[in-house]
């Protein structure tokens, strides 16, 4: 959420108009981040958040709002994005609508393709306890069997096929204990991809990236029982295994950030409120140690990626890739068992 692309007051106050949210009173860049532009804009119709998209190109991008559009009209608490009202909505089943056809939620700024959603309220809980984790896993699973019937199909384009590319780029600036870890780990997770038991695992769209500063909470609500208001960017959304989402969320909600340990609390309260809803199978239940490691690795390679080779950017901060080396060592060392409650629902 880096400013990359500078706005102009008057650009974005033409957007919102046409979109018939405004006029603009403020637009304000937001910190934090490393792959959009993103900035708050007020209007005279409520509180918005403008994105413009600094890698993806428009033929990905109706993948992503058009599935937080899905969840949202399914009562799911995301971030709705704003349509254009003089792009009329294509025709046809989505799976046959062409990748260049016009997009009523794509619009442009700066040049560049952008959106506008609604910002969520309430704030990010940082420091999570085991009942922030409970909700958040209530809402995956939500999620996941609400996205079930989705229409459009995009591989997630920060998977494996991107791992394999990635890691070349980075290597040469790895020491040698790092560089055999980052070899001997996408050596095991291609064997995993090739396996039958992970063809088994059920899939479909995920979010790819829901970190705890990616999810909202109560303000009001008291500590014991937290209120889960939203969860917003999924522009890593794709279509991956349901097992893949559950492992990124626990490699940032049930981990200690200093060490990279796990928390068993905290991983417990997630997988047994995910477990409510959706129940995990067998194969999801035999491969979720692996899928621990594979969700790692894809940060390890990205923050590796975006810390040696940075782009040029107003408020970016690069994450450390150091603390996701320390989440995959963990992960390649330790057992991990799953609580009662996620017991499969079959073998």
């Known amino acids: 959420?880096?400013?990359?692309?500078?706005?102009?007051?008057?650009?974005?106050?033409?957007?919102?108009?046409?979109?018939g949210l405004g006029p603009l009173r403020e637009l304000r860049g937001i910190e934090g981040g490393i792959e959009n532009t993103n900035y708050f804009a007020t209007t005279a119709s409520g509180e918005f958040v403008l994105t413009l998209f600094e890698?993806?190109?428009?033929e990905q991008l109706p993948y992503y709002l058009?599935?937080?559009?899905?969840?949202?009209?399914?009562g799911l608490p995301v971030p709705e994005p704003v349509a254009d009202p003089a792009v009329a909505p294509p025709d046809g089943h989505a799976l046959s609508i062409p990748a260049n056809a016009p997009c009523e939620l794509l619009h442009t700024v700066a040049g560049?393709?952008?959106?506008?959603?609604?910002?969520?309220?309430?704030?990010?809980?940082?420091?999570?306890?085991?009942?922030h984790c409970a909700e958040l896993g209530r809402l995956l699973a939500r999620m996941h069997i609400a996205a079930r019937d989705f229409?459009?199909?995009?591989?997630?384009?920060?998977?494996l096929h991107w791992?394999?590319?990635?890691?070349?780029?980075?290597?040469?600036?790895?020491?040698?204990?790092?560089?055999?870890?980052?070899?001997?780990?996408?050596?095991?997770?291609?064997?995993?991809?090739?396996?039958?038991?992970y063809a088994a695992l059920p899939r479909g769209p995920v979010h790819a990236d829901l970190f705890r500063d990616n999810a909202m909470y109560d303000t009001h609500a008291s500590a014991d029982a937290p209120r889960l208001t939203g969860v917003f960017d999924f522009y890593f959304a794709g279509t991956d295994t349901w097992l893949f989402d559950i492992a990124v969320c626990l490699n940032d909600w049930a981990i200690d950030l200093q060490s990279g340990r796990h928390d068993a609390a905290r991983a417990d309260a997630l997988l047994a409120a995910y477990a409510s809803v959706r129940p995990l199978t067998g194969a999801e239940r035999a491969l979720l140690p692996a899928m621990l490691r594979a969700a790692a690795l894809r940060f390890w390679i990205?923050?590796?990626?975006?810390?040696?080779?940075?782009?040029?950017?107003?408020?970016?901060?690069?994450?450390?890739?150091?603390?996701?080396?320390?989440?995959?060592?963990?992960?390649?060392?330790?057992?991990?068992?799953?609580?009662?409650?996620?017991?499969?629902?079959?073998?």
């Open 1 to 19: 959420m880096a400013v990359f692309t500078e706005v102009g007051f008057d650009e974005a106050d033409a957007l919102v108009q046409r979109l």
């Open 55 to 58: 890698r993806l190109g428009a």
């Open 66 to 74: 058009c599935l937080m559009k899905h969840l949202a009209a399914r």
């Open 112 to 131: 560049k393709p952008a959106a506008i959603v609604q910002r969520l309220q309430g704030k990010s809980e940082l420091a999570p306890t085991a009942p």
């Open 151 to 159: 229409p459009r199909i995009q591989p997630n384009l920060r998977g």
């Open 163 to 197: 791992w394999n590319d990635t890691a070349p780029v980075v290597l040469p600036y790895l020491e040698a204990p790092q560089a055999g870890l980052l070899r001997s780990e996408l050596a095991y997770q291609n064997h995993i991809a090739e396996s039958s038991a």
């Open 302 to 347: 990205s923050r590796l990626w975006d810390f040696h080779l940075p782009r040029e950017a107003s408020m970016l901060k690069p994450h450390d890739p150091r603390h996701f080396e320390r989440v995959l060592r963990e992960r390649a060392h330790a057992g991990f068992e799953l609580p009662t409650g996620a017991q499969p629902l079959a073998a």
